[in-house]
């Protein structure tokens, strides 16, 4: 640790101690934790014992982050690491977005200028204002004296507009988003390719999306659970997945659409299920995809809104 990093620190202590146990221990855990309440901390509770307003809330629906506007001096592709995370009241923690380390950097070029989210680990609630933090860096040499700030930012987002944004030197971004009211968050347990068919052996798309109806609005924005170009690893006929925590209203439900791209001897191939919107419990459905079947498994929960009530 640097001399400067430890002078903060030490100030952050001492503001500290003259503050409340509840209210220190937010602001530590925000500068020192990561997230680590489950998504799914409602799922096998009775629906007796939660049905209550006390638990509806508003919650976002993180969409993409788009790298946009560089300058002159940077030219695409570019090797990006860093962070993206959330903070919101429920803790105050760091809950991630996107998080690489320097050896597992991501290529962003002109065509895919989107960053490979990763998270939320558990759904963000939006009752009160959400602050976004962005720390990346681009790999530029053999070592990491040599890397170049791409961006450093923060966004104080109060549930207004469709998108945050970030303004670096070297470029900007867009965060896009979505407030959902009366939410419940959705956690994708796993997608199963039954009877242990390759049906991704050569890549394919799994996306899922809010609807009030059972059908497809191509209008709609979707959540990339995972995406390749090549084959999608598979563990005994399960998806590794990218994503696996959504958000969906209340009254409405979730679109899994499911897309196997075809090959030189297979063509492209696809399916579509709909999980009418629970508050727990957990939902599992099937549905064809070029003839195979395909199991998806979805657990239902409301929110904590303050962690600090279920210590």
Known sequence: ?????????????????????VSAGKILGAVLCLATLSPMYFT??????????????????????KISDLNGYWKWPLCVYGVVAARDAVDCNRNLLFSRSRANCQVVTEKDPF????GPSRAIVADEP???????????????????ALISSTYHYTSRGDAAFFSGRSCSATLSLETVPRAAQATILSIR???????FEFGGRVACSFSTEEY??????QVVLVESAEKIPEDDGYLTLSRKVVTAGLQGGLQVAIQ????????SVSGLLYFPSQYCRVSRRTCLV????VEVTVAWSWFVQDKMEIL
Request: charged share 20%; glycine share 8%; aromatic share 8%.
């Open 1 to 21: 640790m640097d001399r400067q990093f430890l002078e903060n620190l030490l100030r952050m202590l001492k503001f500290l101690s003259s503050m409340s146990a």
């Open 44 to 65: 096998h509770s009775a629906p007796r014992v939660i049905e209550s307003t006390r638990y509806i809330t508003k919650a976002l629906q993180i969409y993409s982050f």
């Open 115 to 118: 960053l490979h989210l990763t």
């Open 130 to 148: 959400v602050d976004f933090e962005v720390e990346l860096k681009i790999k530029c040499g053999t070592n990491q004296s040599q890397d170049i």
């Open 193 to 199: 390719v039954v009877g242990g068919v390759s049906l």
């Open 216 to 221: 497809v609005d191509p209008t709609c924005e």
């Open 260 to 267: 196997a791209y075809g090959g030189s001897d297979r063509p």
């Open 290 to 293: 070029g003839g195979f079947e």
